[in-house]
């Protein structure tokens, strides 16, 4: 703030010299965003010398209510403002502290205040605590985010696209050993993760995609023509999918769904089966959308090639949501009819689940009259009652490995090499299938 001095002899009158002080206190309290009354009101609240300048500021100017010290020692008037400033408004005379001033409290170069921050790995844990203790003290956040990013061209985080909303993630038990595999495989970065599910609004949700602050994405099982897809691979931003859409021109990593489902399809099948009933995913998120599911599609096509001339179209159900309940009315309606199957194929562990959960309500012997296959192996797969037999599939090696693969493309600055990492699955024998009552 700038004071204008005056000297003796200066100016045409002691009024003139004091309005003009007025004009430039006023001046500099409505640049901080200040209103003349709150200054004031401040200003009674501090000294008394200080005090007295406002008082000569807000009354009328007469010899009764003005200091001849604050008309004839202009040095002395620039001395009240600073004090005023100082006790009554200290957020004007404060800057703001800089990454600088942590350094030089901590006692080490700017660098190494900075790698404490970003890159403590780098640094001594000496140093990171003395740097850290600094900033409390002198009230440092940390870095600014958004001149981190300017800085160095890094965001800081990958985003995860999701298949679904958000809250069906939380209770699918695949999605948390995969996310578990995602978070080792970031964890040496570091960086952070930004989870974008599904929309009903799809472009809001693209349009997400397209501005979200992140170095790169993982596609988790999303469908083809998915526009958040489209709109990650037109940030030129490294990507990898896992799981589907197949035909995405990034690296993949995932498991061979065709082989994995022919396998379950071939132990029924070799226990002597010939009913055999099969609970599946949507083809489709909506009809008529384009958004078909490559993982239902090769499944499907797995439990056909396996069943051979036991495949029939006709006992093949679709729940929708992947939850025990469409499983259970599907196996209701499946086992009422004259000539029921007599065994069950299903996509995931949840959904055979319902089975089970059906047969026990009809009085029906799993696997006695009935055997019933999962798909995922899933902690509760080898609690159920009885245990479940189903393929096993490496969900947190999955994810581990999208993450590596990702964090690797960003540190080389480029778009990851198109590989393609197929990960084995397993077939995992247990009380839920046994042959065919004769």
């Known amino acids: 703030m700038i004071v204008r001095g005056y000297l003796p002899g200066e100016g045409s009158s002691r009024s003139a010299r004091l309005r ?7 001046r500099t309290a409505s640049r901080r965003g200040r209103s003349r009354s709150a200054f004031l009101a401040g200003c009674r609240a501090g000294s008394n010398d200080a005090a007295t300048f406002c008082r000569a500021a807000s009354e009328p100017t007469n010899s009764s209510n003005i200091r001849a010290s604050s008309l004839y020692e202009p040095i002395q008037l620039a001395h009240y403002l600073k004090r005023f400033i100082r006790r009554s408004i200290p957020d004007v005379a404060e800057r703001r502290v800089r990454l600088r001033d942590v350094a030089e409290r901590a006692g080490v170069s700017v660098g190494s205040a900075s790698q404490a921050f ?4 780098l640094v001594s844990e000496q140093v990171r605590e003395r740097v850290l203790t600094a900033a409390e003290e ?7 985010p958004a001149a981190r990013r300017l800085r160095t061209g890094r965001a800081g985080a990958v985003g995860l696209i999701f298949s679904e909303r958000l809250a069906y993630q939380f209770t699918d038990p695949a999605s948390p050993p995969f996310l578990r595999g995602v978070s080792v495989g970031i964890q040496k970065a570091p960086t952070g993760l930004l989870l974008i599910p599904d929309s009903r609004r799809r472009d809001e949700a693209a349009r997400l995609v397209s501005e979200a602050a992140v170095d790169g994405y993982i596609v988790y099982s999303v469908p083809q023509n998915d526009p958040r897809v489209d709109a990650a691979l037109a940030r030129h931003l490294p990507v990898v999918t896992v799981d589907q859409p197949r035909g ?4 993949f990593v995932g498991i061979d769904d065709r082989a994995a489902a022919r396998s379950a399809a071939e132990h029924v099948r070799e226990l002597g089966h010939e009913r055999v009933a099969v609970l599946s995913f949507v083809t489709t998120l909506e009809p008529e959308s384009g958004l078909e599911l490559d993982l239902t599609v090769e499944r499907l096509a797995g439990y056909q090639e396996g069943l051979g001339e036991a495949w029939d179209p006709a006992l093949v159900r679709t729940c929708r949501p ?10 209701r ?8 199957p007599t065994a069950i194929l299903a996509m995931s562990d949840i959904l055979a689940f319902g089975a089970l959960e059906a047969a026990e309500e009809l009085g029906v012997a799993v696997p006695q009259d009935l055997s019933v296959v999962g798909f995922d192996d899933s902690p509760g797969a080898a609690h159920a009652s009885p245990p479940l037999t189903t393929v096993l599939q490496p969900h947190e090696e999955k994810g581990r490995l999208a993450a590596e693969q990702l964090i690797e493309a960003i540190a080389r600055g480029g778009n990851a090499q198109p590989r393609r990492t197929f990960l084995p699955t397993e077939l995992v024998v247990r009380q839920s299938t046994a042959p065919p009552r004769r």
């Open 248 to 251: 995405a021109e990034t690296p």
């Open 118 to 121: 970003g890159r403590p790995e």
């Open 322 to 331: 992947n939850a025990p309940g469409p499983a259970r009315e599907a196996t």
């Open 20 to 26: 003009s002080a007025e004009a430039d206190v006023e």
């Open 138 to 144: 002198l009230g440092y956040p940390g870095p600014d």
């Open 333 to 340: 309606e499946l086992l009422g009819e004259p000539s029921s």
